[in-house]
């Protein structure tokens, strides 16, 4: 069983919890979060400032849902009060990008610009060769942020691409002259 789903989630102030059916709507000041939970397997419960979880039966699938539960409902909280950032570096000569409108336009050294259309809900900003990705739902913001990076991955030999900030390039080396 999740030790972090035993000790409870707390609800901060300013931020309110609710479930219709089996969907969980966080409100918070950023924003708002659903998500529906299946009630069948885990058993949710708001107590005023704290969210208790769980198990309906012990099974196999009940344990590893109680600590992923616990944890997007932490996620969701922590959106709606503080957001989530994801910053990628663009390395390269002539890689750039830029923001237009709802589109995220990249030069990454193909013969066709890469344009990217922005999901709704995201906040991206392009300075030099840093691009911001932030929001309030961590699912969104990593999952376009992974996308971002698809399109380019960075190379062991000289480290072009397009990487995570404070992500570390295992650098190879190349040929040896003879």
Known sequence: MSRLAKKGIAIPNGVQCSFEG????????????????????????????HIDLEKVRDTVFSRALLGTYASHIRNMIQGVTQGFEKKLIVEGIGFRSEVKGKELHLALGF????????????????????????????????????KIRAKKKPEPYKGKGIRYEGEIIQRKQGKKSA
């Not at 906040?123 to 942020?145: L, Y």
């Open 22 to 49: 089996n969907v969980l709507h966080v409100k918070g000041p950023k924003g708002e979060l659903t998500r529906p939970f299946k009630l069948d397997v885990i058993r949710i419960d708001i107590n005023g400032d």
């Open 111 to 146: 013969s066709h610009p890469v344009i990217m259309e922005i999901p709704e809900g995201l906040t991206v900003t392009a300075e030099k060769n840093v691009i911001t990705v932030s929001g309030i739902d961590k699912e969104a913001v990593t999952q376009f942020a992974a």
